[in-house]
């Protein structure tokens, strides 16, 4: 086995792989921006070295400085986490080139994803059900007004180089349509010096469902099931669920099998998420995501799996040591994501001192958390600090678990979306599994009301806590003056007035 990785990530993702780590006797190199010194993976990491100034251009994306690092270390591995160097095919080449493992897929994987066009076109090859359209640049605009007849109205347009919603706008009309192509050409060119774009039938209210799999160097793929990642705003998942509620053994052996089909028409191996848009019984490919995802623990625990570690052991050369039969799915899993950001404030960011920590635990419930209480949460990362996880017999059970971890969860001194996630827990059409890509949106009234009301009482929470724990503190005074404040501000919110902005 490897004997020491260097993590190119922060926050919850690298104290998760610092675990994995630990289980397989491997030890850890954890590189720190100046934000991140006093953070708990810096603390668990068997060695840390310092990279550079906050903004991520200077650090977590300076692979450089990174790879340079992993060479005075003398690392085997790099494990780059989510998001930052984790799909950049260059940094796996300059791995490569060092002979450094990279902890993701073939380079050519990477590289072919990343392009949705030739994405779509390969897995259409293979048999792969994707959305009606054309796998074509589109080059002229009587061809798409021909090609958007043939296939009917709404249609979409979407840049090839896209990602995270931008560089795709909608067309309900032949009339709508040349001005969108435009339109998109252009944002896409500024946004990713690349103007490619296609077009395919857009569907109004698709649910978000992806396949995890799981491929070793030897050409042996499996599934490890589906998530239901359809709650979601701006295109950041809020809530995911494993399975979907909607899910069918018939179905998840359909999308299964179309999710090891995508794997193996691209030689893929090391963990990887095909997503798929659903809707009314039918599935259509939509992306790939060639890296470990944010939401991987909901289907660890529905299936006893520990994907990072299968994915360190992937990158070795180990075969998998599972065959689709012994993989089996027990229970029901939900993930909320922990951000320090305010729900009843736009979701503005809300980063600062922890000041009060306390979490939840007890049966049925995971949290994968980057942070502690003292600690300081930057403002210049994403404003996730950690996952809160709970499992059941059934969703139900999930759910009342989630409802009760909630509770229990303290993130004082800074604002969290809790209670944004308490009052989704409570949404009727949450609750009965009725979801799709619009579900924020469309219950944005009903949340943000309910949300503002727990907003309310979590701050007498804090208040009362503090008055009582820390009667003693010199700074209580100051605290319990400040809460007072910001609760006042909470309840001249008025509700009646509460005017929803457009969304995209
Ligand atoms: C779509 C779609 C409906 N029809 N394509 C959003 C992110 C980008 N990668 C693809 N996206 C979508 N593509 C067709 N033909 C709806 C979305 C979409 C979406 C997809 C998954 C999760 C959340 C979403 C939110 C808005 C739109």
């Known amino acids: ?51 550079g100034e906050a903004p991520a251009s200077k650090s977590y994306l300076n692979y450089e400085k990174i790879l340079k690092i992993a ?17 950049n ?30 994405a779509k076109k390969t897995m259409k ?12 640049p589109i080059e002229d605009e009587q061809e798409a007004i021909k090609i958007a007849k043939e296939i009917g109205y709404p249609v979409i347009i979407k840049a090839s180089a896209g990602g995270g919603g931008i560089g795709m706008s909608v ?28 077009i395919e039938k857009y569907l109004e209210k698709p649910r978000h469902i992806e396949i995890q799999i799981l491929a070793d160097k030897h050409g042996n793929v ?32 359909k999308m299964g099998e179309a999710a090891k089909i995508a794997a193996k028409c691209i030689d893929y191996y090391s963990a990887g998420t095909v997503e798929f848009l659903y809707n009314a019984g039918e599935f259509y490919f939509l992306e790939m995501n060639t890296r470990v995802q944010v939401e991987h623990p909901i289907t660890e625990i529905i299936t006893g799996v520990d994907i990072v570690k299968e994915q360190i ?28 950001e305010d729900s009843v404030n736009d979701f503005i960011p809300s980063p600062g001192k922890i000041k009060h920590y306390r979490s939840p635990g007890g049966p049925g419930v995971r949290l994968d958390s980057g942070v502690y209480g003292g600690a300081e949460i930057p403002p210049y990362y994403d404003s996730m600090v950690a996952k809160l996880i709970t499992f059941g017999k059934n969703r139900e059970e999930a759910i009342v678990r ?26 009727q059409d949450f609750l009965d599994g009725n979801l799709s890509t619009h579900y924020i949106v469309e219950h944005e009234k009903v949340l943000h009301d309910k949300t503002l009301d727990y907003a309310v009482e979590i701050a007498y929470e804090e208040k009362r806590f503090i008055e009582k724990v820390f009667r003693d503190d010199k700074k209580t005074v100051a605290l319990v003056g400040g809460l007072s404040a910001y609760i006042t501000t909470l309840k001249n919110k008025d509700k009646k007035q509460y005017c929803p902005k457009e969304n995209e």
Do not use: W
Not at 89 to 115: H, Q, V, W, Y
Not at 125 to 136: F, I, Q, S, T, Y
Not at 235 to 253: C, D, F, G, N, Y
């Open 71 to 87: 060479e005075k270390a003398g690392v085997d591995a790099i494990h780059p986490g989510y998001g930052f160097l984790s799909e």
């Open 89 to 118: 095919s260059k940094f796996a080449e300059e791995c490569d080139n060092r002979n450094i493992e990279f902890i993701g897929p073939p380079i050519r994987a990477i590289e072919l994803m990343g392009s949705k066009i030739n």
């Open 402 to 427: 989630m409802r009760r971890a909630l509770s229990e969860y303290m993130v004082f001194g800074i604002i969290s979306n809790i209670p944004f996630h308490k009052s989704v827990l409570e949404e």
């Open 313 to 340: 052991k992937i990158a070795y050369g180990n075969k998998l040591p599972y065959e689709q039969k012994d993989i089996t799915f027990n229970g029901h899993a939900i993930e909320c994501r922990i951000n320090a």
């Open 222 to 253: 499996i599934h490890l099931g589906d998530r239901e990642c359809s709650i979601q705003r701006r295109h950041q998942k809020v809530i995911e669920e494993a399975p979907s509620p909607i899910m069918t053994p018939e179905l998840r052996e």
């Open 1 to 51: 086995m490897f004997k020491k990785i260097l993590i190119a990530n922060r926050g919850e993702i690298a104290v998760r792989i610092i675990r994995a780590c630990k289980e397989l006797d491997i030890k850890t190199v954890a590189v720190y921006s100046e934000a991140d010194e006093h953070s708990l993976y810096t603390a668990l990491a068997d060695e840390c070295y310092s990279i």
């Open 125 to 136: 090859k293979a048999g792969v059900p994707v959305l009606p359209g054309r796998e074509e």
């Open 171 to 198: 067309a309900n009309d032949e009339s709508e349509l040349v001005d969108t192509i435009q339109s998109t050409k252009s944002i896409a060119q500024s946004a990713f010096g690349d103007s490619t774009i296609f």
